[in-house]
């Protein structure tokens, strides 16, 4: 039961990270496009702060949110427990205590990771290049992926990997799609606008789910049909119908269930 709860957490920590980092980027890319909408400005970083569900804690630490406090926040800050830092310490310290039973390319991506953090702040973020950074993070969760489902035998210690960074998918697609209904919902005259359109493919963005949305619909990007595609597509590997699927897959292998 140790390893697989470290082997859960592990894989949790690393999505969650990557799922942070895609936001902040995203967030990046949108607000560039802005020029004088102050409003969606402040509305993009208070959005962060609640698809993360850590209002109050932001609240109590820098008051305002802004760039370089939302970054500080999601980025770098130890005391917030979804912070990027602070899920890859979770997610080192999870492959730690199981270095043995992990590979070795899993172990080193990891680590790697975690001294990227470590060398870098908030300032030399924003001093530099904050999407290349951001950029770096979600490739390096890409790595990790991709060399566990090379090197890790699928034993029962795959199912719980794949258990956790499903279940982690799932929550984060719905609170993407909800904080973009309750906060960035503009008023009914600009539904349909450039603005609503901006933030919906902004959404897209976030679940990595762009380029696959227009493969499948081709036309504009409508609200309804980007809603549709995050949860009842059946093949993108982000939306919420795939990744409850797969969860109730590995959930019943792992209790050693079958059918349905």
Partial sequence: SRVAHSLYWMSRYI?????????????????????????????????????????????????AADSRTVTEFLAFDLRHPGSILSCVYAARENARMIRDQISLEMWETINELHLLLK?????????????????????????????????????????????????ERADKTTRILDVKYHLLLPNATDVGGALDTAQWQAVLRSASALEAYRRYYVREILPWKVAEFLVFSDSFPRSLHFCVAQVDDFLRRILGETGA
Avoid: C, M
């Fill in 119 to 167: 060398a870098h702040n908030t300032a030399a973020v924003w001093a530099a290049n904050p999407q290349e950074f951001f950029g770096k993070i979600s490739r390096a969760s890409h790595l990790f992926q991709g060399l566990t489902a090379s090197t890790y035998s699928r034993s029962e210690g795959w199912e719980f990997i794949e258990f956790g960074k499903y279940l």
């Fill in 15 to 63: 999505e969650r990270a990557e799922n942070t980092a895609r936001l902040l980027d995203v967030s990046l890319q949108f607000l560039s496009d802005l020029h004088d909408s102050t409003p969606a400005r402040l509305n993009t970083w208070e959005s962060l702060i609640l698809s993360a569900g850590e209002e109050k804690q932001f609240e109590e630490l820098y008051g």
